[in-house]
């Protein structure tokens, strides 16, 4: 960046994108006065954004600008954990980092150092794949990142293949909407206008959640589900909209395969014995399956807390088949709504450097992190050296103490780049100070609308804090890296972000984004945008297919999730078919009788804005557990009482909030606080290390836990 790219002195507004980890990728006004970014709020010509921004993002000039801010590099001074730092040049960090990396990977070899990153900005630029070229090139352990989403993907390409599905704006013209395990308010706030809008209009609003949230308040109605059950119901109401002839056939027989052998499939899942799985009574399945099919249009909404259990996979492979069953497709507003990210044409591989990973380069999951630190997952050589950015594990991975033991390692070498000391970077070596969202420059997509959105710097750097994009630039050239890849500037990252041809893109550069800030793709409007009205899937077959062809690969990982690895398949064949596959441990048995629960905090985005005060305020001071009034009973609870949350994992710290907005057997966590303010353990110190049935996804709410007094 320099110094013709920021307003010139005066008051002027840029406009930018929120860089949250969030389907509104919001577009943003901020008010600059004399250098100084003074107000930022929601662009109010944005027909998605709508002038509007949610509770995380309202405050961002005060996040901006918190005395909290780590603006320069530093070198721990004390002992792993205690925060202690001294300020440092950065030439004195990059020949540390440079030295220490070298060392480590001609002793041990290059495997034994571990990037860490997830979507702490969310940018092209800066955001997934930033650090992927540089790690590759070192031939570092290639991270797979499968935090969200993964199985979901996998399982939604099988099916339908990637395609951007419904126009988020068409929800307008819905007649029947279900939101499936999605918080909407919460976590997808302007979504919300248009589902509102539909219900004005007269269109019945279904929440299918074991949480009775804000959204499921504004519900027409709301259906009370067991954790980890949702794929049964899918699979009975295909029973039903089959085995009732409610199915528009011309549909099916023209734009989707394996009809009959889907038929033969469901036949063994009644609504009785859904019922049972469920907890959802047998009638009002079928009144859910009848009313659904005879809607038109129709559309499901799903949320990312779909996948996480042990059958999250074939959940979302059953609700992809079901509005192709009913023709729900055939019109706008009719279909499925995942991840409109499909629609953008992203050259992913220009981000990646696939082209410098070496054969046969090891793989580790980022959510065995814990495990490969401190031994617990046999690895030769050992993790020596580790870098973290856009990511903050020791809250957001599983098996939270064996995290913080691994990082606690004298000889595990770890650098973190942040904007603030997180609970990870108190265990770093070296801390490097990043710029946030209103200090650099990005290109957005988004995973919940069609609208691509330049953001542009509105203020200098502060202190010397530097983009993602410069840090690996600087990174790069203290280890002797000097393929071209390494110096492109942020300006030729943005030329190389898209496929600047694609018809989608149609007028649009990234003079014309300079200019507006953002534009909507080149598709049909809203009122006109009907992808599948006549099939035309992005799958083998060209149709929606029931009987899966993708299926023969085995269980596969999206490159894009694999820091760039294109060996992506692995495991045996998996069934074509959709089935169920229940949690794996069933509730009210054994000496952890409840599930638990771990969703998004209303006020923080993951661990992001869990250290500011106003968001603080707004979710509340202290770590709380949801409980049901007979099970807070039945183990002499009472509401406001300090509790723990334990199983064989580990325990937190609660106070206890009895409820009948959780069901009996369910106790709810929001994650996303941090380990010091809680004083101790976080929800994620209970969560499992295992994976789903598809894409290697995590299982957050497969999880099972028992409530005591403290």
Same mark, same amino acid.
């Given at each position: ?6 307003? #010139? ?5 840029? +406009? ?24 930022? +709020? ?37 002992? !792993? ?90 929800? $307008? ?26 219900? +004005?209009?007269?269109?019945?609003? $279904?929440?299918? =959640? ?26 009975? #109401? ?29 036949? /063994? ?31 499901? *909404? ?27 497709? *055939?019109?706008? &507003? ?52 580790? #870098? ?11 098996? /939270? ?30 801390? %490097? ?6 200090? /650099? ?20 750097? %502060? ?79 060209? !149709?929606?297919?029931? %009987? ?39 509730? &009210? ?10 969703? !998004? ?9 869990? =250290? *500011?005060?106003?968001? /603080? ?32 994992? &580990? +325990? ?23 380990? !010091? ?34």
């Amino acid at each position: 960046m320099t110094l013709t790219d920021l307003p #010139m002195p005066g008051t002027a507004t840029v +406009r930018g994108a929120c860089p949250c980890d969030c389907p509104d990728t919001c577009a943003l006004e901020v008010t600059v006065e004399d250098g100084v970014a003074t107000r930022v +709020r929601g662009d109010r010509s944005h027909p998605f954004t709508r002038g509007g921004l949610c509770v995380k993002m309202n405050d961002y000039e005060r996040t901006v600008y918190s005395p909290d801010r780590v603006l320069y590099p530093m070198r721990r001074t004390g002992p !792993k954990g205690s925060g202690q730092f001294e300020r440092i040049s950065w030439d004195a960090a990059l020949d540390e980092i440079a030295a220490r990396f070298t060392e480590i990977a001609e002793t041990f070899g290059p495997e034994a150092i571990m990037p860490v990153s997830y979507l702490g900005t969310q940018g092209i630029l800066n955001g997934l794949n930033v650090g992927d070229p540089f790690f590759n090139r070192l031939g570092a352990t290639i991270s797979e990142r499968t935090y969200c989403d993964s199985g979901s993907c996998t399982a939604y390409a099988m099916t339908v293949g990637p395609t951007a599905g419904v126009d988020p704006e068409s929800f $307008v013209h819905a007649r029947y909407i279900v939101i499936w395990a999605n918080n909407m308010l919460s976590t997808n706030l302007h979504l919300w206008p248009f589902v509102a809008e539909a219900q +004005r209009r007269g269109a019945k609003v $279904v929440v299918i =959640d074991p949480v009775r949230h804000r959204t499921a308040r504004h519900a027409d109605w709301y259906i009370p589900i067991r954790p980890g059950t949702d794929g049964a119901l899918a699979l009975a #109401m295909m029973h039903v909209i089959i085995g009732e002839g409610l199915t528009d056939e011309d549909y099916v027989a023209r734009y989707t395969v394996g009809a009959a052998e889907l038929a033969e499939r469901v036949r /063994q899942y009644t609504p009785e014995w859904a019922s049972g799985e469920t907890g959802i009574p047998a009638d009002d399945i079928r009144t859910l399956a009848r009313e659904y099919a005879a809607a038109s249009p129709s559309v499901i *909404r799903i949320g990312v807390a779909i996948e996480r259990h042990a059958g999250g996979g074939q959940t979302v492979r059953a609700i992809s088949c079901l509005p192709a069953l009913t023709g729900a497709w *055939r019109r706008p &507003g009719g279909g499925l709504l995942q991840l409109p990210l499909w629609a953008f044409p992203v050259d992913f591989p220009a981000f990646l450097g696939a082209e410098f990973i070496r054969p046969g380069t090891r793989v580790v999951n980022q959510w065995l992190l814990g495990r490969a630190l401190t031994g617990r997952l046999e690895l030769d050589p050992p993790i020596r050296g580790l #870098m973290v950015y856009n990511s903050n594990p020791v809250v957001v991975c599983p098996e /939270q103490e064996e995290m913080v033991a691994g990082l606690s390692r004298e000889d595990l070498f770890t650098v973190v780049s942040e904007h603030f000391m997180t609970d990870t970077a108190d265990y770093a070596d070296i801390v %490097l100070p990043a710029t946030t969202q209103l200090e /650099q420059r990005d290109l957005m997509f988004s995973w919940g609308h069609f609208y691509v959105t330049m953001n542009t710097p509105a203020i200098a750097p %502060l202190g010397e804090a530097v983009p993602n994009t410069e840090l690996f630039r600087r990174l790069a050239a203290r280890m002797g890296f000097t393929e071209p890849v390494f110096t492109r500037t942020d300006e030729e990252m943005i030329e190389a972000a898209f496929d600047w041809s694609s018809p989608v893109l149609e007028g649009i550069t990234p003079e014309t984004l300079e200019r507006d800030g953002w534009a909507r793709l080149r598709l049909p409007g809203p009122d006109e945008y009907a992808p599948h009205a006549e099939g035309g899937f992005p799958t083998p077959s060209g !149709k929606v297919e029931f %009987l899966s062809s993708a299926a023969a690969g085995g269980n596969f990982v999206l490159p894009l999730f694999r820091q760039g690895s294109t060996e992506h398949q692995s495991g045996e064949p998996v069934d074509p078919l959709p089935h169920y596959v229940p949690p794996r441990e069933a509730p &009210g048995t054994g000496p952890f009788p409840l599930t638990l629960l771990s969703p !998004k905090s209303h006020a923080y985005l993951n661990s992001s804005f869990a =250290d *500011r005060p106003g968001q /603080q305020r707004v979710q509340g001071d202290d770590t709380v557990v949801h409980m049901h009034p007979v099970d807070a009973a039945a183990r002499g609870l009472v509401d406001g009482a300090p509790v723990c949350v334990v199983n064989d994992r &580990g +325990r937190f710290a609660a106070r206890l909030q009895v409820t009948d907005d959780v069901a009996p057997g369910v106790v709810v966590s929001p994650m996303g606080g941090w380990r !010091k303010h809680a004083g101790g353990a976080t929800v994620n110190t209970l969560s499992p290390s295992v994976f789903a049935d598809l894409g290697r996804a995590p299982t957050f709410s497969d999880n099972l836990v028992e409530v005591r007094p403290a």
